[in-house]
């Protein structure tokens, strides 16, 4: 960040990064991180669209699941297909996490190759060969969409269409 960021955007990334700090810790299992990253990521996402339109108040009371919120965000995304391996690996990361919450005994082989696709979006999209556990590959999708989203917001502050503070 330089000072030439506005408050806005410095907003943003800070946010999103004290709540990394603050939920974030070593010793977490797949399972626990896999919840707080589809968490975290759910609210970069609701920031982003909140940011992006020029009426948010109409979001505010909006019970939109995080896959309606993940579709608003991409299609407000100006850069979309810069990251299309990134927001493939959101839909996945979805995937997981309902498997996790609504199945008792989830599909092992289906949890398996969601988190390989995952990983390789990641790997795609970083042009790495298969280095990351899935830990990491959800830390990168939550950095990467984050700083891609924020530079999204920065994008349109420029072209004229001001985020709303």
Known sequence: MTD???PLLCGFVGKHQS??????VDEMD???GLLK??????????????????????????????????LLARSLDPNQSD????????????????AM?????????KFTKLQRTIIAAVDTHNGSSGEHDLGAALGYLC???SVHLHHGLDQRSQEGADPVE
């Open 4 to 6: 030439q960021d506005s």
């Open 19 to 24: 709540l990394v700090d603050k939920h974030f």
């Open 30 to 32: 797949d399972h626990t």
């Open 37 to 70: 990253v589809h968490l975290m990521l759910e609210q970069i996402l609701r920031d982003f669209c909140t940011r992006a339109v020029p009426n948010p108040d109409h979001l505010q009371d909006a019970r939109l699941s995080f896959k309606q919120i993940a």
């Open 83 to 98: 990251v299309a391996p990134l927001w493939s690996a959101v839909n996945d990361l979805n995937a997981m996490r309902n």
């Open 101 to 109: 919450a609504h199945e008792l005994e989830p599909s092992e082989s």
């Open 143 to 145: 950095g990467m969409l």
